[in-house]
């Protein structure tokens, strides 16, 4: 049994599967998820969502240019949508396209709120989910190419639009493009979560002696428990609440050597 060097920290698999917290801790964490990333998009939050309108109409051009992703959206009462031959194509600016154009202007409007909200990333979790025929009183179910790829198309717009705007520095686009990548990625990984299957046993696992390896072998339900812990209160590693009088709520990672991510809470 390897101890782990000092740089390096235990990511348990299987919580990555099982825990929504673990999982989107860990997306932090590896793509450097932050304070910074937080005031970037909160900045640039009214920008982003006088985008919403033009981004919408454009991405739903863009699934209608295709018969695949277009059928899904026919003219007729929503419960049929699937209809694998529909005899009516739903035009662009139909009543139909209409009303999902509003579903994802709402969505930018989640998109663009506090990211230090535990609902935050529980409604994209939700969004993934209701692609995969689960969430939802009527099931969609639409298969990941075409998500991923409209997450792509979503992403090129937004960018576009970002590095256009006429009154943001340039050092507040960065920001604002590097946030807003960062959210688009693990919204990606929350489509791919409900739609790509892992192989059973992927790799051996590599035994170590990190303190949560040691604590499950202890009491298996220890470890797991802490995982299990919703996101309210607890929602990242050792919430630090010594900074509530100024209304912040440190994060502090288990690690002397993790990023520090203080978030702020109503
Ligand atoms: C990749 C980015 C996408 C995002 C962020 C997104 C977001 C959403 C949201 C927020 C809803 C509303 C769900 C609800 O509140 O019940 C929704 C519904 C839906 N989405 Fe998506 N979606 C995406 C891609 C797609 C694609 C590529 C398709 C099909 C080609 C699609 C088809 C649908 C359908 C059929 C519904 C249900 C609409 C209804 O009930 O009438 N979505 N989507």
């Known amino acids: ?18 825990s929504l917290p673990s999982r989107i801790r860990y997306l932090h964490q590896f793509l450097g998820f932050g304070e910074d990333d937080v005031m970037a998009l909160l900045e640039g939050q009214s920008h982003l969502r ?11 051009d863009k699934l209608l240019e295709f018969d695949v992703t277009g059928r899904i ?5 929503r419960d049929t949508r699937i209809d694998e031959n529909p ?11 209409n009303t999902r154009k509003m579903f994802l202007r709402w969505y930018f409007v989640r998109l663009t709120s506090d990211p ?23 099931p969609v179910f639409v298969e990941y190419v075409f998500l ?13 639009a970002i590095m256009s705007l006429p009154d943001l520095s340039d050092r507040k686009k960065v920001n604002l493009v590097r946030a807003l990548t960062k959210i688009i990625w693990i919204q990606n990984d929350l489509f791919a979560r409900y739609h790509v299957t892992e192989p059973q046993k992927p790799i051996e696992t590599v035994h170590h002696t990190s303190d949560r390896h040691r604590q499950r072998q ?26 509530s009088d100024s209304g912040k709520t ?10 520090h991510l203080t978030f702020f809470h109503d």
């Open 116 to 138: 230090t909200k535990p609902e935050y990333w529980e409604y994209l979790d939700l969004v993934g989910r209701m692609h995969s025929n689960q969430a939802r009183q009527i």
């Open 50 to 60: 006088s985008a919403a309108p033009m981004i919408t109409t454009k991405v739903y």
């Open 87 to 97: 005899e009516v194509w739903a035009a662009p600016d139909s009543d139909a396209i």
């Open 1 to 18: 049994m390897a101890a782990l060097p000092a740089s390096m920290e235990h990511v348990d698999r299987q919580q990555l599967q099982d």
């Open 218 to 243: 202890q009491s298996p339900s220890a470890g797991h428990q802490a995982d299990e812990d919703k996101f309210q209160g607890k929602s990242f590693q050792n919430v630090n609440r010594e900074n």
């Open 148 to 160: 991923n790829v409209c997450l792509g198309y979503i992403q090129d717009i937004a960018l576009k």
């Open 73 to 77: 959206f026919t003219q007729r009462p």
């Open 250 to 259: 440190s994060l502090k990672p288990s690690r002397p050597s993790e990023t």
